[in-house]
């Protein structure tokens, strides 16, 4: 049974930091490109992050650049998503997404993926 379980959200206040957590079973981890995808209120579905296999390559959303740091751990099976100098903007609930393959990587569409989590929400506000 595959399951990915997001942890690590809460309210931060502008400036501040937060490590999300993703941890899967039920599948090969080391084998698939895996996504942070976030939802903020009322938008639409925003790609975040991307890693590759083996840790690299890694990409991110312009908004997010320099300020994110997406990592995985391939023998525990988790992805991570260090966020510094956190803003307004990135109030949302975060997902990670393990990516179908030959599918672009900066996917926003939830059927490009073939796992999802439940999210875990992450709020900026002073």
């Known amino acids: 049974q595959v399951q990915l379980v997001e942890s690590g959200g809460g309210l931060v206040p502008p400036g501040g930091s937060l490590r999300l957590s993703c941890a899967t079973s039920?599948?090969?981890?080391?084998?698939?490109?895996l996504n942070w995808v976030r939802r903020a209120p009322g938008k639409d579905l925003e790609w975040v992050a991307f890693?590759?296999?083996?840790?690299?390559?890694?990409h991110y959303a312009p908004s997010v650049e320099g300020r994110f740091t997406i990592s995985r751990d391939n023998a525990k099976k988790m992805l991570y998503l260090q966020m510094n100098d956190l803003k307004p903007d990135d109030t949302a609930l975060y997902y990670c997404?393990?990516?179908?393959?030959?599918?672009?990587?900066?996917?926003?569409?939830?059927?490009?993926?073939?796992?999802w989590g439940q999210g875990t929400q992450v709020t900026v506000s002073s």
């Open positions: 997404g393990v990516l179908r393959p030959a599918k672009p990587y900066y996917s926003n569409n939830r059927a490009d993926y073939l796992y």
């Open positions: 039920g599948f090969t981890f080391g084998n698939y490109f």
């Open positions: 890693i590759g296999g083996g840790g690299s390559p890694t």
